[in-house]
């Protein structure tokens, strides 16, 4: 089917993915058309002068499929289709000419490691061992010697993301199946050839319609051991299955059969970015190498993961050596044989001006310090919506405000269970809860922030009467502007995307400083990543022109950062 937008040309060819800004759009709340207050799909087509303006190259859809919604569209009941709450397939080819239109693309949210269990393939496996779908999931009798749908007779120890056991009891069928997230989002079997071909039938079809690549969901999670075996418990008193079901035996093998099956055979070059909890930088090497690997680049955790104490609940404090250390160390593993993904934020994580900038006294000279480290890595960067105008935490009052099925499912068990104070529930879901991303973009002052006229799905932050686009769109000075010179120095600066990278020693714990290289140039990126001035020795043989700070010239001391202070160096 020749679908709106659906032609490539041969500039397709080159790896434009390397040069390309992403911003991610969270649709359900990023802008609201038709008033029930949750955002749709003609709200994006809306905005998208906005994002050219910014400068963004490719837009990544959090996934508007059918769904029940019990995760926000990660738990995908027809993969060929627009759920009614975001609009029709119809709003969806209208948005992809319009971006394709203004020379952006657009990539769709793959979530393949786990079906609702709303499926139709679902649905008939379930009922009988005898469907066409039967050995589509993982089914397991319960374990010998026990009561069969009893507590304890589940096939592994393993918990589910969500909470609970990973394994749902199904009387029909007498057997358990396998939900690393909720019960509601049943695992599918990657090792059934039929399940691995319907995935790649769906994916041909979308790519048909003229999509230009995918986000892969959890997509590490698509080989597990097949022993399934029990594992050390957690603190939930829950084995912790992620040795045996993430990076598995198949997982070079399934990915390169999708390579070689639904993406070599087409013209031009798509976007490939697999969602990996928990990957090494050397796997992370090997699947993203460029002559050899599978996918474009992955989404790493650990710099995500600098402030939580075993579990994201805990807390503890974020060291700027730990931080800095971590980036380099992606930045020098991955080195010109594989590509990273940069980001801080997505819809998984708390806002990073609140989480590891400082929200309050240093708010823009933070937002603007990540965001410049983090765009001037070697890597593609991705924008989450509303971290370009600095979006902060919630600040959720109650329990009542939250939403997301995760954090519900930490307060029950922190406060039923585990009978933890309600208020130190509270303050870790404050903290964490990755509602904090999902409150609705921040458009302007009006009641609904500009993204709603009717009543919000979710809570808008009350800070929109003062931090909104409406208020820094055109503004040299604001976060929002800040965002579009970082963005505009990568599509000038050959160096912002090919330059080697060499972290800097400065002898300074609150410093991250790096240089990158291409030919004769050389960026040189200095960073006050902390809330005290600092003094800093440069290099002038270096350092000449300055291309881009987040002070003004008048507060400039040549030797000594202010706080959150960056400057930017080309030679
Ligand atoms: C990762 C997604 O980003 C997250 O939002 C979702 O809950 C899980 N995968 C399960 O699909």
């Not at 009941?77 to 020379?103: C, N, Q, W």
């Not at 069969?148 to 592994?156: F, L, R, V």
């Not at 976007?271 to 990957?279: A, H, I």
Request: glycine letters at 8%; charged letters at 25%.
């Amino acid at each position: 089917m020749a679908a709106p937008g659906a032609s490539r040309s041969a500039s397709d060819n080159e790896a434009w993915w390397k040069s390309a800004v992403v911003y991610q759009i969270y649709v359900r709340s990023f802008a609201d058309t038709d008033g029930d207050g949750i955002g749709d799909l003609p709200g994006i087509v809306e905005h998208l002068d906005y994002l050219q303006e910014l400068g963004i190259d490719v837009i990544w859809l959090s996934p508007v499929y059918r769904s029940p919604q019990e995760d926000n569209g990660y738990d995908v009941s027809d993969y060929r289709d627009v759920d009614p709450l975001f609009g029709t397939l119809e709003d969806l080819d209208r948005l992809l000419a319009a971006v394709h239109l203004r020379g952006m693309r657009l990539i769709m949210d793959l979530v393949v490691n786990h079906t609702s269990s709303q499926h139709p393939w679902f649905l008939a496996s379930r009922c009988s061992r005898e469907s066409a779908t039967s050995e589509w999931y993982f089914w397991r009798d319960a374990r010998p010697g026990t009561v069969p749908g009893e507590p304890g007779s589940e096939p592994n120890n393993w918990g589910a993301s969500f909470g609970g056991s990973a394994w749902e009891w199904v009387p029909e069928r007498g057997q358990y199946y396998l939900h690393l997230f909720a019960p509601s989002q049943p695992d599918l079997n990657w090792d059934n050839p039929d399940t691995r071909e319907a995935v790649f039938t769906m994916m041909d079809w979308w790519l048909d319609r003229g999509i230009d690549g995918f986000r892969m969901d959890v997509i590490n999670f698509i080989s597990k051991d097949p022993l399934l075996p029990d594992a050390p418990l957690n603190r939930d008193g829950y084995g912790d299955g992620m040795p045996y079901f993430s990076h598995g035996p198949q997982i070079h093998a399934y990915l390169a059969e999708m390579k070689r099956r639904v993406f070599d055979p087409r013209p031009g070059t798509y976007l490939t970015v697999g969602e990996m909890p928990g990957v090494t930088p050397e796997q992370a090497r090997e699947l993203t190498d460029q002559e050899h690997g599978h996918l474009n680049m992955v989404f790493q955790y650990e710099h995500v993961a600098l402030d939580a104490d075993g579990d994201k609940w805990t807390r503890r404090p974020m060291s700027v050596n730990d931080l800095r250390d971590t980036l380099a160390r992606w930045q020098t593993a991955l080195g010109d044989t594989g590509w990273n993904s940069l980001y801080w934020n997505n819809h998984d994580q708390p806002r990073v001006v609140s989480r590891y900038g400082n929200d309050t006294t240093y708010w823009r000279e933070s937002a603007t310090a990540l965001a410049t480290v983090l765009h001037l890595h070697r890597g593609t960067p991705y924008v989450y919506q509303g971290e370009e105008i600095g979006m902060t935490n919630a600040g959720f009052a109650g329990i009542d405000d939250f939403r997301d099925i995760e954090s519900l499912d930490h307060y029950r068990t922190a406060v039923g269970t585990h009978r933890e104070d309600p208020s130190v529930a509270l303050d870790a879901l404050r903290r964490q809860s990755r509602d904090n991303a999902r409150t609705p973009m921040q458009w302007s002052a009006a009641p609904g922030a500009g993204f709603t006229t009717g009543s919000p799905w979710i809570g808008v932050n009350p800070n929109h009467s003062w931090l909104n686009v409406a208020t820094q769109r055109g503004v040299r000075t604001s976060i929002y502007e800040f965002y579009r010179a970082l963005i505009a120095l990568r599509h000038r600066l050959p160096v912002v995307v090919d330059g080697s990278f060499a972290a800097i020693e400065t002898g300074r714990d609150q410093i991250y400083a790096f240089r990158r290289h291409l030919g004769n140039a050389a960026l040189t990126v200095y960073a006050n990543l902390s809330d005290l001035p600092v003094s800093v020795d440069r290099d002038d043989r270096v350092d000449r022109d300055l291309v881009l700070a987040n002070y003004p010239g008048s507060r400039r001391d040549p030797d000594r950062l202010e706080p959150w202070e960056v400057r930017v160096y080309l030679r």
